[in-house]
């Protein structure tokens, strides 16, 4: 689509090129760059929470306001990116089949650099790892934990068979265990947050408790932001699946969603091996 196409009808729903750029610029929109904002606004938050937990420089609660405000305008971009760049064409004109081998190849691209995105994040950690080490740290592997990552692991599982389930025509199974599988993406984070509760409040271990404890909630701090926006977009497949866009012959959204999903399953688990049960050999 270029700007010689904004005279036609998209069915109520306004595409990006369309409205939300200025005239001459052909296929662009807002939306990512919003997003774009949102995301560079979460890093900036957490270095204001660094400075005003450290230095008497900005307020305390400067930095978490940046950090949820940043995020909400990060949930708002992605939402505006993926309703108009996809929702909003599939409900003029369906879906194409020659379009899936290459969305994909993108999400295999995409899942290249988060490999990369959390090998960095390791690299970090087995560098401390290998020098002194004596940190006093609470008990990590608790049972917390533990049923964290089974509720984790069974997510994987729900939506495994919910995709199996769609592609023999199963919609009703589908819809079913993909809310399953959203709930207990929900779960997991309800269950990251009680346990950083926990670690901040009674244990006196949070992000300053040395090299550990930036490493600790750096590398879990990220794994929990993906595992929500994973929650986000199996919301948009959950309720798509409700009005029946998607068929045997057609879910393409729903493999690249299950790759990223069964991800951050995978780098759960490895987180758990390397940070919870590493940490306790001395």
């Given amino acids: 689509m270029t700007v010689a196409d904004d005279s036609e009808d998209h069915g109520g ?40 937990h450290s230095y008497d420089v900005i307020g305390p609660l400067v930095g978490p306001g940046v950090l949820v405000g940043s995020t909400g305008l990060f949930l708002v971009g992605l939402y505006g990116w993926l309703y108009h760049g996809f929702i909003a064409g599939f ?7 020659h379009s ?16 990369a995105t959390f090998g960095a994040g390791f690299v970090y950690y087995f560098f401390i790892r290998s020098g002194p080490w004596s940190p006093e740290l609470p008990n990590l592997l608790s049972s917390l934990v533990l049923v964290n990552t089974a509720i984790l692991i069974a997510s994987s599982f729900t939506l495994h068979f919910a995709h199996v389930a769609l592609r023999k025509g199963n919609q009703q199974r589908f819809v079913r265990l993909t809310g399953v599988t959203l709930l207990l993406g929900v779960v997991f984070i309800g269950g990251q947050v009680l346990e950083y509760y926990e670690f901040i409040v009674h244990e006196g271990f949070d992000l300053f408790t040395g090299a550990f404890g930036s490493a600790f909630y750096g590398l879990t701090g990220l794994h929990g932001l993906h595992v929500s926006l994973g929650g986000v977009l199996l919301a948009i497949v959950y309720f798509r699946g409700r009005l029946g866009h998607y068929s045997a012959d057609q879910h393409t959204s729903v493999s690249t969603v299950s790759m990223y999903w069964h991800f951050v399953d995978v780098v759960w688990v490895f987180l758990v091996v390397v940070l919870y049960v590493g940490a306790s050999v001395s």
Avoid: N, Q
């Fill in 13 to 52: 729903h306004h595409l990006p090129a369309v409205e939300d750029w200025p005239r001459g610029f052909g296929e662009a929109s807002w939306w990512p760059f919003i997003a774009a904002l949102g995301v560079g606004g979460i890093y900036v938050g957490a270095a204001l929470f660094v400075m005003g």
């Fill in 91 to 97: 409900l003029k004109h369906g879906t194409e089949g």
């Fill in 100 to 115: 899936g081998s290459s969305l994909k190849f993108a999400m295999l691209l995409f899942l290249g650099s988060e490999v």
